[in-house]
């Protein structure tokens, strides 16, 4: 049985990080002109303690990228990836043998090298709190069993105590949100259902939440202001003192804000934190120059 969700426990600082790092926008901000392939990973290691990988919600990939990827962070031991679980299982539905044995696969380097933190399965907002659907929770986690599963969802019916009772129960992770308050959507919540706590930023641009057009990393394209990043800091805190790790993913990504944003709440959580912000970034996002940061040397 996982520990009981409100146990304190002494913590490691948490792995914070942005959602993916193959983003064309990021070059000249984030990476330094012709940093290119797997070196891009490497450079985000120097900032940060964990990444979240992407492609894997699309497709299954090769076992080959995933020992690339921990070639690239080999002097980082600290280092963890998260993963998004493909969207047959999420938003098709359906598990079969054959694509489990695919996905899982891809991704047992990272398992077995003790580097996957999370294997996230996002669902979408029409995943609503039914028998039927905690029914496939539980199916999901059997068939994902020796992965270090997660569940994200967005509808506010699953915000409620019976809710995280079953999800400690099952064995799964909850992962937090912080998403724009429009329609019927999960609060701030800050629950730990396991042995990690787990929150996700998404931005809050509510005018573009559920666009579905062309651009859709619009619904992302979001900078968290300083007041709400002393926000996600105060959940941040309290995940920390329910939880063994904590992970905080950034996926505002357009522009490198989640780069951005992902620095300042290193900065508020750990003022001591050593790091050297990107010169691009800093020229991209001004404020960076007036947050405290240890340098490195």
């Known amino acids: 049985m996982p520990p009981h969700p409100e146990l304190k426990t002494q913590n490691p600082e948490p792995r914070i990080g942005p959602a993916g790092w193959d983003y064309p926008d990021w070059q000249g901000v984030v990476y330094p002109p012709g940093l290119k392939g797997a070196d891009r990973l490497t450079f985000l290691a120097t900032l940060f303690t964990a990444v979240e990988i992407n492609v894997t919600f699309y497709r299954p990939i090769l076992a080959d ?99 995280r009772e079953f999800l400690a129960e099952v064995g799964l992770d909850f992962c937090n949100i912080d998403q724009p308050m429009v329609s019927y959507p999960m609060g701030a919540t800050r629950w730990v259902t396991g042995t990690r706590g787990y929150l996700r930023c998404h931005g809050r641009r509510k005018e573009t939440w559920f666009e579905f057009g062309d651009d859709r990393g619009a619904r992302y394209d979001y900078l968290y202001s300083p007041e709400e990043l002393e926000d996600l800091a105060a959940r941040t805190r309290e995940l920390m003192e329910k939880a063994p790790e904590t992970y905080v993913i950034f996926n505002n990504h357009p522009a490198g804000q989640a780069v951005a944003n992902a620095l300042e709440l290193i900065a508020l959580l750990n003022p001591g934190h050593q790091v050297s912000p990107p010169p691009g970034l800093i020229t991209a996002f001004p404020r960076l120059s007036q947050t405290t940061f240890s340098p490195k040397g």
């Open 65 to 163: 990228y995933a020992r690339r990827w921990l070639a690239a962070v080999t002097d980082f031991p600290d280092f963890r990836f998260t993963a998004k679980l493909w969207q047959v299982f999420t938003h098709t539905r359906r598990l079969p043998a054959a694509d489990l044995a695919q996905f899982q696969a891809g991704l047992e380097p990272l398992l077995a090298d003790g580097k996957l933190g999370v294997l996230l399965a996002q669902f979408p907002y029409s995943f609503h709190n039914t028998e039927e659907n905690r029914a496939y929770l539980v199916q999901l986690k059997t068939a994902l069993q020796n992965f270090p599963l997660a569940v994200e969802v967005r509808h506010r019916s699953w915000q409620q105590r019976a809710v």
